[in-house]
């Protein structure tokens, strides 16, 4: 805040305030401009001083009249410095929607006396007019002498009712359109209101005046043009019912913002920018500080911008008043701290300036005077003791805007690339040669342009718009030039191009590449190092959003933020199972093309590969059992015996790779389904009652569908159930007594090995707990070692004999002897044999925690177990690796010689000296 001045230096400093101050003294006087009003309060008062209007003579009037006095009340209040430029702003628009919305229902009710309610002809319901405010009056900063977009929309078609003579819906609200437009902007002796703009409307001026929500969504699905749905980001319903407003920008969403990260709208927002720019240099516009250089619609610009390319996939990017949305974009990291805050400050300042040049007349202009007492006016009110001094703080903002405007819109390409005309003038045209690769120190060239002869005769590339082909070979120099930084320029270019195929009739994801210089390098490399991550990207495109920020792809989320994560899709679509089961999928899918990326290029050690893989898992397994039991209470209520939803009775039992937190990529879910707590015989509390051991099985059904149906999208992981009691024979869920009861009676050793290692990975703390409790009381019963290893060694040699693909040239990394499951075995015998010594081995369920327990307590020797270990890790990073290149686990014979070797020593120790000790005894 500056220190207050006088009404006298006010006056000369605005004409409009000396003018309506000579004429009305009243609006001068302190009590009038001195108190700020609270939210809402302006639109209450003018709603209270309208809706009592007699006439419409008088209506039209008062209309005026509180024009005038708020926007002197406004004037004094910006001028004295007593209000910032986020009041001011507000307090412009709240006057507009105001006025606007009781003109509105003023009509309104005058028209239903003479032609009766519209109605919805389906709905049946009583119809109102909604005003959507467009433009700055939208996003609640319009400016002191700004005109206001307007567009008029109603529900439905159909019919008045009650009134002389019935009239179609259409036209009830075009005329009540027109009488509004009138009142607001019929000039009188008291002036006029607003002018009023309704050109954004569907079809603009040649179109209806006003349009049905269907007229609304078929104009955009059809007809919509970049431009609109630029405009439609701050459109807001300043009149009508607030709930229908809601249904219409459920309606108009999808058009403004794409679920897919949309970067064609830097290249319209380019455009259009284009075109302002020669309007400004036809009309010699280069003194206005809203469309000129740097002014404040480039600062608008930048920041829709972002909105509308990651705004359908960034909910909170959604917003309509900028000064708030470029906090969000710092914070959402999508603009960094330094142009954030040098964006806002120019933000303020242009804006201030903007106001004060409106209120020297109240006339709507944006350039700058050119008269001398003009220019000190200006000068003064905002701060400042001469024209030169403000004209330099203010170039210094308008330079500081244009930099970062040229910096978001400019056309990324490498310097490389730009240098390089002859390729970039080969790569628009239609032939690329041996020579031309050559010459840029592409090695291989002659194999790299087969790929690309091959590719320009493909069928994707054929058949593709016009504009996908120009896109392609607009970043298909960035492409060439950045296969001399990949080891193996062939393959890179192979796997690139098969991502570029699948993208050619969806061609928005080449202007992601085209429009982001470190997207390309990102993709290459990853092709180039993992045939996994490429047909990921064929498979899924969307993935290609992740190259844009090396923070965010080399940088995978914690369990913590992926359960987070993935609760914020369960809360945006509850109970809508496509749109959940996509979004689901697509934010998988995502998560673990992060995990891959940076365990590819090192970012990420080996080991901890398998914990993201497995946390991934953890929280798509949180989120769909979570959707299930919603969906389940809202159908069934709650179980029996059950008495608040945040109690929920079942569990899922994590077995395997995902019970040992070493998932790996492509891995399926081995899981069981157990609840505890509840009877099963009770029912459920709901209109259609079920008995808790059918509503149990009701609702792991939903869970195993959410999990593996196939959508689009693809399918979240394959599921495998078979290690429940009784395998496929048995009841797909089952209480926790009963699994019990079954592994103590019934279960083979094998199934006891299988529990050592299980862990609960879903259920409330309390079920969770019983089960770690049964699981380590079972383990820790007292076992012969002797019968305990003839076991295990028997249930080996089956599965070897069974499932071992080693041959002579093959040696099979899992399965094979001395592989992963020696060892796996070797631990799970160590554990159920020696649990009854020592219960800390039932703390863990994966190899490398249960190896290093086994070495503290000296059952093996320290030498051995060390071995041991770091055979495991070579055989996982192994697998890990292959699994990248969409190999299977195979291995050449002649590898991992010595550590086959050291397995089967301590497979011959550990298990067959036992067999052996006790056959020979």
């Not at 019919?159 to 000039?187: C, H, M, W, Y």
Request: net charge negative.
């Amino acid at each position: 805040m500056t220190t207050p001045v006088s009404i006298e230096k006010i006056q000369s400093w605005s004409l409009f305030v000396e003018r309506e101050g000579r004429r009305f003294p009243e609006l001068l006087t302190s009590e009038h401009w001195q108190r700020a009003y609270q939210s809402g309060e302006l639109q209450s008062q003018i709603a209270q001083l309208i809706g009592a209007s007699e006439s419409l003579a008088a209506l039209n009037q008062q209309l005026r009249h509180i024009r005038r006095t708020e926007m002197v009340r406004i004037a004094i209040r910006d001028l004295n410095g007593l209000a910032i430029v986020n009041e001011t702003l507000q307090d412009l628009s709240d006057l507009a929607d105001g006025l606007v919305a009781s003109t509105v229902e003023w009509h309104y009710q005058q028209m239903v006396v003479k032609s009766g309610t519209p109605i919805g002809a389906e709905s049946g319901e009583p119809q109102t007019l909604l005003v959507l405010g467009m433009g700055k009056l939208g996003g609640q900063e319009l400016n002191f002498s700004s005109d206001i977009d307007l567009i008029f929309v109603y529900p439905e078609k159909g019919q008045t009712q009650g009134g002389a003579r019935s009239i179609p819906n259409d036209q009830f609200f075009t005329r009540l359109g027109q009488a509004v437009n009138k009142s607001l902007t019929e000039l009188t002796h008291d002036g006029m209101v607003y002018r009023v703009d309704m050109r954004l409307r569907p079809f603009g001026q040649s179109g209806p005046l006003a349009v049905s929500f269907t007229e609304m969504e078929n104009y955009y699905q059809i007809h919509g043009r970049a431009w609109e749905r630029y405009a439609l980001v701050k459109a807001r319903v300043i009149a009508g019912d607030p709930e229908k407003g809601v249904e219409l920008f459920d309606i108009l969403g999808p058009f403004v913002y794409r679920k897919y990260v949309d970067f064609s709208a830097i290249e319209s927002l380019r455009e259009l920018k284009m075109m302002i720019n020669a309007e400004v240099k036809k009309k010699d516009k280069h003194r206005n500080i809203k469309l000129g250089p740097g002014g404040i619609r480039e600062i608008e610009f930048i920041v829709q911008a972002f909105q509308l390319v990651h705004g359908g996939r960034d909910p909170l990017l959604q917003g309509r008043q900028l000064m708030p949305m470029l906090q969000t974009l710092s914070e959402r990291q999508y603009i960094d701290a330094v142009p954030q805050k040098g964006l806002l400050e120019a933000y303020c300042f242009l804006r201030r300036a903007e106001n004060r040049l409106q209120e020297w007349n109240d006339q709507q202009t944006h350039d700058l005077p050119t008269e001398a007492n003009q220019q000190m006016a200006l000068a003064n009110s905002m701060g400042f003791d001469s024209y030169d001094a403000f004209f330099e703080v203010l170039t210094e903002h308008l330079q500081f805007v244009q930099s970062e405007f040229d910096t978001v819109f400019a056309e990324a390409a490498s310097s490389e690339a730009v240098e390089d005309a002859s390729l970039k003038e080969a790569c628009l045209g239609s032939q690329i040669d041996v020579d031309m690769l050559d010459d840029v120190g592409l090695d291989s060239s002659e194999k790299l342009v087969a790929v690309l002869d091959q590719f320009f005769n493909s069928r994707a590339y054929t058949h593709a718009s016009a504009d996908a082909v120009n896109r392609f070979r607009a970043v298909l120099p960035a492409i060439l030039l950045g296969l001399k930084l990949v080891e193996d320029p062939v393959v890179a270019l192979e796997r690139v191009l098969k991502v570029i195929s699948s993208v050619m009739n969806r061609s928005v994801y080449l202007v992601l590449l085209k429009e982001n210089a470190q997207a390309v390098p990102h993709l290459l490399q990853l092709c180039s190092l993992s045939a996994w991550t490429a047909e990921m990207l064929v498979k899924y495109p969307a993935l290609l959003d992740q190259l844009l920020d090396e923070r965010i792809l080399y940088e995978p989320l914690k369990l913590t933020e992926l359960k987070a994560e993935a609760m914020a899709i369960l809360d945006e679509n509850a109970l809508d199972d496509e749109a959940f089961m996509n979004q689901l999928r697509q934010w998988k899918h995502a998560q673990v093309f992060r995990v891959a990326a940076a365990d590819i290029t090192g970012h990420l050690p080996i080991m901890k590969v398998s914990d993201y893989l497995t946390w991934i898992a953890e929280a798509v397994l949180e989120v769909t059992t979570q959707y299930a039991w919603q969906f389940m209470q809202k159908r069934n209520g709650l179980p029996g015996g059950v008495t608040s939803s945040e109690d929920l009775p079942l569990m899922i039992i994590g077995y395997g790779k995902l019970g040992g937190i070493e998932l790996g990529y492509g891995s399926d879910l081995d899981i069981v389904f157990l609840y505890d707590g509840v009877q099963a015989s009770d029912q459920s509390q709901g209109a259609k009652p079920l008995e808790n051991n059918l509503y149990f099985m009701r609702m792991t059904q939903k869970i195993i569908s959410l999990l593996t149906t196939f959508m689009p999208t693809g399918t979240l992981y394959e599921v495998d159930t078979r290690l429940r009691p009784n395998g496929n024979s048995g009841m797909i869920v089952t209480d926790l007594a009963s699994f019990e009861a079954y592994q103590r009676n019934k279960a083979w050793v094998w199934e006891h090995q299988a529990l050592v290692r299980t862990r609960a990975v879903v259920g409330s703390e309390a079920v969770k707990s019983n089960y770690e409790k049964f699981k380590s009381k079972f383990i820790t019963q007292e076992r012969q070692l002797s019968d305990l290893c003839e076991e295990v060694v028997s249930m080996r040699q089956k599965m070897q004999s069974s499932l071992d693909k080693t041959d002579e040239q093959l040696f099979d990394l899992k399965q094979g002897s001395g592989g992963i499951v020696d060892i796996e075995f070797m631990v799970q015998y160590l554990v159920l044999g020696y649990a009854h010594r020592f219960q800390c081995l039932t703390a863990w369920s994966d190899n490398i925690r249960l190896l290093e327990e086994i070495k503290t307590l000296n059952i093996l020797p320290e030498s051995d177990v060390e071995a041991l270990e770091e055979v495991y890790r070579q055989y996982r990073a192994t697998y890990h690796r292959l699994a990248l290149q969409n190999e299977k686990a195979l291995v050449p014979a002649s590898w991992f010689l010595a550590e086959k070797s050291l397995v089967k020593g301590a497979w011959q120790k550990v298990m067959l000296s036992e067999v052996e000790a006790e056959s020979g005894s």
